[in-house]
Every structure is written in C-alpha cells, then in structure tokens.
C-alpha cells in the first residue's frame, strides 16, 4: 500500500520546477515530449510486458570479446574505439570504464560519462553485453566535462539503437538461444512504457497546478478519471500515480527532464533501426548522431517538430519493434 502523499510539499517542488529558469527550454519542448509519451504507451504496451531472467550463465570475459566483435562487425573504427576505451585512464588514474559483480556493487549504478567514467555492472549472463554495447556507445558520445541540453535529450538514441542491432548480431551469430537475447529488448520496452507514463502522470500535475495553484489528492484522482477508462494509459497510470508521486517527493524533484531521453531514445531508435534494416547504408544515420552529439553540436529546432505523418511513421517502427518481441513470445521454446 503507498504511503500518504504530502501534497504541501508536492506543491512546493511543481512551483520549483516550473519556475526554474533552467528548465524552461524543457517546458517549451514539454507538449512534443508528452506525445510521443502517449505514443509509446498507446503502441508498446499492447500486451503484458514483465521483465524475464535469464537463464543461462555467461562469464563476462565472453561478454566483452563478443561486444568488441560486435563493434568490429559494426564498423572496424568502433571496434578500435572500444578497445582503447577499455585501456583508458580518467582524471584520477584509474580505468575509466570499470567492471563489477552485481551482487558486490549493490546494483546501484555511479556511472558518469560526462566526466570520463563509466562503471558497468554485471551478473555473468547474456544482459552484460548489451550492457557493455550501451555504456561503451555513451562512451563513443562522450567527451570528458561535455554536457548540454541537446545530449540530456538525444543521448539514448545511439546506445539504445546499438542494443538493437547487436540483438540482430547475435541471432544471425546463432550462438544463444534467441528467447535470451529477447530479453534485453523486453526490459527495454517495459522500462519505457513505465518512464512514459510517469512523464504523463507529471502532465497532470503540472496542468492542475497551473490552473489552480495548488494540488490534493482529489484533484488528481478526478484528471485521471477523465482519462479514457478503455486506454492503457489510464489503466497504468490508476494503478500507479500514488508511487510516482511519492518518487516526486522523496527526489524533491518531478523527473521528467531525466526521463525524457528513454521515451526520444526508444522512439527514434526504433525508427533508425528500422531504416538500417531496409538498407545498410541508413547506418550513416546513427554515425551521424553520434558525432553530432560526442562533439556538442545543437541541433535545429525543426527536429522537435512533428507532423501527423511523421508520428505515424515513428508508430510504425515501435510496432515493427514490438513485432519481434511478439514472434518470440508466441512461439514455443
């Protein structure tokens, strides 16, 4: 059962949020954001997606080997990359990219690319290497002390683009059964629809607490059943906005501006996955992306614009995504 929320404080934390001079870039981009919200949830979360465990042992030396050939596969410069990533020193003289046992590190990550470091936490199964191809593209996008708007954004789209092609990689190496290199893409759209309706619920708020200038328990309860009741967005978020909204308080912060870059990251992923399986040489697009973000470029307002066209286009790959999900799923392993 959730813990009482302490609306006076919550109140608090919207007005600080919304008046923060600093977010006020992502308050103007919020409206595009919550679309495509509303779009992965609609599209994703056809059936029940739950995470799965995996079932079989892989020490993490074979993960690493089997993500340096992935790189070299992608493109022989990444492959170079990663290896003299993994020999690299930060500022402190340590390896940059550190290795550590799930069950030692507690599982709470401390990675912090932006500085030059990145700690890669793994459980000896076939989830580390696509860990390690997620953590190591941040790398790829990543120079020591760079940070900016566009990259809090955008900056899911390469690693999560990596994860999907390295599942493509590793069924055609037809070395693991396909039912486990499922389940990284599984825990991927699971954590996605869960972002995107968290980033719907802080709508709400952030609506009730324009209009009215305060916030109760009434009140949110009310805009969510003005929600389509047949909708997977109100069945989630009915069972959920209570914990959402305790994260708020307990952060002291709402967390969509975190958030954001899974609900870009998956949706655009999708969508340059799908266009390098219609043709390869679309793998200039992720390339492109990359060096747009590992050198701090800006990137043109128009990118955050969307037709209706455009968003049925991006539907289209996220179903094209769930689609290979689904085949595995349905299918008797």
């Not at 690493?64 to 990444?78: E, L, R, T, W």
């Not at 190591?136 to 940070?147: E, N, Y």
């Not at 009215?212 to 909708?231: A, F, G, P, Y």
């Not at 708020?248 to 399986?277: M, N, P, W």
């Amino acid at each position: 059962m959730s813990e009482s929320i302490d609306y006076e404080n919550l109140e608090k934390i919207l007005y600080a949020d919304m008046t923060n001079p600093e977010k006020k870039w992502f308050f103007s981009k919020f409206d595009t954001l919550t679309k495509l919200c509303e779009l992965v949830v609609e599209t994703l979360k056809t059936s029940n997606i739950k995470n799965e465990d995996y079932d079989y042992f892989v020490d993490i030396n074979e993960s690493i080997n089997k993500a340096i050939s992935f790189f070299d596969y992608i493109d022989p410069n990444y492959g170079y990359m990663f290896q003299n990533i993994l020999q690299e020193k930060n500022q402190s003289g340590h390896n940059s990219v550190i290795f550590l046992r799930a069950n030692d590190y507690g599982g709470i990550r401390n990675s912090n690319v932006f500085r030059g470091d990145v700690t890669i936490e793994y459980s000896n199964n076939l989830g580390d290497v696509f860990e390690i191809v997620h953590e190591i593209t941040h790398k790829f996008t990543s120079s020591s002390g760079q940070t900016g708007t566009f990259k809090g954004m955008l900056g899911e789209i390469p690693s999560i683009t990596m994860e999907f092609l390295l599942s493509d990689y590793l069924q055609k190496d037809n070395k693991f059964d396909e039912k486990e290199i499922k389940k990284y893409k599984l825990k991927r759209i699971s954590s996605s629809v869960n972002d995107a309706c968290v980033i719907l619920t802080e709508k709400i708020l952030f609506e009730i607490y324009s209009k009215h200038k305060r916030l109760t328990e009434n009140m949110v309860k009310e805009r969510i059943e003005q929600l389509d009741h047949d909708s997977i967005e109100y069945e989630i978020i009915s069972e959920n906005f209570q914990d959402y909204l305790s994260t708020i308080v307990d952060r002291g912060c709402t967390t969509s501006i975190y958030r954001q870059k899974y609900i870009y990251g998956i949706v655009f992923a999708s969508k340059i996955h799908q266009e390098i399986l219609e043709d390869k040489n679309n793998f200039n697009l992720l390339k492109q992306l990359i060096h747009i973000l590992g050198n701090g470029y800006n990137i043109s307002n128009k990118a955050y614009e969307f037709s209706d066209e455009s968003i049925d286009d991006l539907k289209n790959a996220l179903i094209m995504e769930l689609s290979d999900i689904s085949k595995y799923k349905n299918a008797k392993i």
